[in-house]
């Protein structure tokens, strides 16, 4: 059995893959610059750590295989997460209308605090495996263009190099992984950057008496109306609490002051949010991040790979949190890993270039849905629409029509954007007859919410008032 795995960084992805790679190694090394903290706090490193997540039932899924032991699943929600089920626990707004809420529940999600995931999954692969984390910064790797030796990392103690017979670099968004392939004498990647200049804005809420099976609720942002977008969203996270985060493109950023929070969701295209905060009690300030832009480094495309040498996560690919992609291709970007390593182990020939082509096809998925919905958007940065975005963007436009009324249409969107699987799923003869048919039931001319919901929102009207 091979030695010495080496993963960058000790975030999500990172020990993900150190949980895929410990059944292959005798020793699984976690290389993380930051300090951890001991439960789930926030910590230095996540840009977005303090808004919205959502772990999509595709991400999920794929999480379940790879962590050791009992079910990542039911830890979670004994931690204090939710589950939402997008048939009937999701009320949203989309630019074609209303989503409907149906007797089937459909692909289940969960929310909570980013800080949450991190620390029960982060507990559970140290818990479940040999791994250890070490606190240093990658430096640089070591070998040449045909084979991955190692890392050069600096540590309390000084510079000096680990030796390792796998690496992967999860360092995330800030990793500099071209910069050290150029210097193994790699340096045709190609990278590319959609920016929309989107503005996330979040505030913690107690969460009202008798909410406690609130849906959650969603105004989306409208890509096609020629004006920046403004969203918002209310979800339920651990310790009795919702989570409200608001993002705008450039042009119509939300502010970061309390009355400015407020008003900013009043003026959404439905006032709901508004309606459920403005008589909340809120626990913390607004946090705001700017750090959102789509970004893609095209590594399944270079020329030549070495071996024993993965790139996971945002390392590879980074896209506009709006959409709730990233934590989902992580997790199946280290299924694919995990998958590749039990069929050949870590010494297989060419397995680090299977395993980053494989994991190039749930990016290229995300990427698709997010980039062709930011291109749109004025004043985006990195793209246009071209004739191929104006097809798509004419079928998905029908396909979520459809959805707002027609349950074979709703089950084909919700599939896609759980990443149960993957946009080929929309063109599949019965969701394109549901498409080409259009919705069966009437446009909803207001959230579709219970009597005992709306009363709560009345309630806290009331409460504002």
């Known amino acids: 059995m091979p030695r010495r795995a080496v993963v960058i960084g000790a975030g999500l992805a990172g020990m993900l893959a150190a949980a895929a790679l410990s059944a292959s190694v005798e020793e699984v090394i976690v290389l993380e610059r930051d300090n951890l ?4 706090q926030h910590r230095r490193g996540l840009p977005q750590g303090r808004h919205a997540h959502l772990l999509m039932a595709g991400g999920l899924a794929a999480m ?3 962590v050791p032991g009992t079910c990542l699943r039911e830890q979670l929600l004994a931690a204090g997460a939710h589950e939402v089920a997008l048939g009937q626990g ?4 989309t630019p074609e209308g209303w989503f409907r809420r149906w007797r089937h529940e459909g692909p289940r999600m969960l929310t909570c605090s980013r800080a949450l995931l991190d620390w029960v999954v982060r ?15 990658a ?5 040449d263009a045909g084979r991955v030796r190692g890392v050069r990392v600096s540590t309390p103690d000084g510079e000096r190099e680990l030796e390792a017979d796998f690496v992967v670099d999860a360092g995330g968004r800030g990793s500099r992984v071209l910069k050290w392939l150029k210097e193994l004498g790699l340096s045709d990647i190609r990278e590319k950057t959609v920016d929309a200049g989107l503005v996330n804005a979040t505030r913690i809420y107690r969460r009202p008496a008798g909410a406690e099976l609130f849906p959650v609720t969603l105004v989306q942002a409208d890509p096609y109306g020629g004006r920046p977008g403004r969203s918002g969203m209310v979800l339920p996270i651990e310790g009795d609490r919702w989570m409200v985060s ?4 450039r042009g119509s950023e939300p502010p970061a002051d309390p009355e400015g929070f407020l008003r900013y969701t009043l003026d959404l295209p439905d006032p709901i949010v508004g309606r459920l905060i403005s008589g909340a009690e809120p626990l913390t300030e607004v946090r705001i991040s700017r750090s959102t832009s789509n970004v893609r480094r095209y590594l399944e495309k270079a020329r030549r790979w070495p071996d024993g040498f993965v790139v996971l996560g945002d390392a590879v690919a980074t896209f506009n949190p709006a959409y709730g992609q990233g934590m989902s291709v992580a997790a199946l970007g280290a299924r694919v890993l995990s998958a590749e390593l039990r069929r050949g182990g870590v010494g297989a020939p060419g397995l680090a270039r299977r395993v980053q082509r494989g994991a190039a096809r749930s990016v290229a998925a995300a990427w698709v849905m997010a980039v062709g919905q930011d291109v749109w958007f004025p004043q985006v940065r990195g793209a246009r629409p071209g004739v191929a975005d104006h097809l798509v963007a004419r079928y998905s436009r029908r396909m979520t029509k459809a959805a707002t009324g027609s349950y074979r249409a709703a089950t084909a969107v919700w599939d ?12 599949r003869p019965d969701a394109m007859l549901a498409a080409l048919t259009g919705p069966l039931l009437p446009a909803l001319p207001e959230p579709p919410l219970t009597a005992q919901e709306w009363k709560i929102v009345r309630e806290l009207d009331r409460t504002r008032g």
């Open 37 to 40: 903290p001991d439960g789930p």
């Open 64 to 66: 379940g295989d790879l």
């Open 90 to 93: 999701l009320v949203a707004l």
């Open 123 to 137: 507990s559970t692969v140290l818990a479940g495996t040999d791994v250890r984390i070490q606190q240093a910064q």
């Open 139 to 143: 430096l640089e790797l070591t070998g």
């Open 246 to 249: 608001l993002a705008g493109t």
């Open 416 to 427: 896609v954007t759980s990443l149960a699987t993957g946009p080929a799923r929309l063109l």
